[in-house]
């Protein structure tokens, strides 16, 4: 059953309801915060499926690209962060190490020195 979205004028709080398709329009969607009947439809986001190559290709255009500097820690982990996100999956707990570590300013040098076996024997850190 889909999800939809509103908010309550009379508490103004967000609320997320489902209802089926049948039954959408035909009920009288209430409150779950207050109880009142005073609530309006919100348009929620829409998702965009998109294939990884097309994700990568986004990531790859020039206003992605715009504020990477490979020699500030702060802003790889950034672009990784953004690169994780734009993946739209779990990249691991390695992964998000590598990047907590980069946005705090550590160098990619002495993350892969205290992490011998990162990533498995793939490189997750850019070269020099």
Not at 96 to 121: H, T, Y
Request: aromatic share 6%.
């Amino acid at each position: 059953m889909p999800f939809y979205d509103y908010r309550c004028a009379a508490c103004g709080k967000a609320a997320r309801l489902q209802f089926s398709y049948s039954e959408y329009g035909k009920v009288q969607p209430v409150c779950p915060h207050c109880g009142s009947q005073n609530i309006k439809r919100r348009i929620s986001r829409v998702a965009l499926a998109k294939s990884e190559d097309s994700r990568l290709d986004s990531m790859m255009d020039g206003d992605s690209l715009a504020g990477l500097d490979e020699n500030d820690p702060r802003s790889l982990g950034k672009f990784m962060r953004k690169m994780g996100s734009e993946m739209g999956e779990d990249l691991g707990d390695e992964f998000n190490e590598v990047v907590d570590r980069l946005e705090k300013g550590e160098s990619p040098e002495a993350i892969e020195q205290s992490m011998p076996d990162l990533g498995g024997g793939s490189d997750l850190l850019p070269d020099d």
